[in-house]
């Protein structure tokens, strides 16, 4: 799996109607899922605030293959650190660069899914 530089895209319709929203984002204690059913071409996402330098591990699984994400919005625009296309499973960490609410964002294809995740705060570096 290749990991592109940081992409930016301008913020459709759509994606602004689903921008990160729920709760409290603070990411205190690790949090995970099972079972999570993703509808053709759905989305799941789980936002959590960093502070700059600030570090997360991540881990998925998915039936079917997804495009994964961890992206934040700045003004019109959304930027993608980590970009997975078509993806089954993957794992890893992320550092934050700036103080951001921050969202893993998970979304089917034509097949619907059903998705398991990990996040869990890591110590900084």
């Not at 997360?56 to 934040?72: D, K, L, R």
């Not at 919005?73 to 959304?78: N, S």
């Amino acid at each position: 799996m290749s990991e592109p530089g940081v992409r930016t895209i301008v913020v459709s319709a759509a994606l602004a109607a689903t921008a990160c929203a729920g709760g409290e984002y603070r990411l205190d204690a690790p949090r995970s899922a099972a079972g999570v059913e993703i509808a053709p071409y759905g989305i799941h996402e789980e936002c959590v605030e960093l502070a700059r330098g600030e570090r997360i591990g991540y881990y998925f699984a998915s039936a079917a293959p997804v495009e994964f994400n961890i992206h934040y919005h700045d003004g019109a625009a959304v930027i993608l650190p980590i970009v997975r296309e078509k993806v089954r499973d993957d794992a890893g960490d992320f550092t934050a660069d700036r103080k951001e609410i921050y969202c893993l964002m998970w979304e089917a294809g034509v097949q619907p899914t059903i998705l398991e995740y990990r996040i869990r705060p890591l110590a900084p570096r």
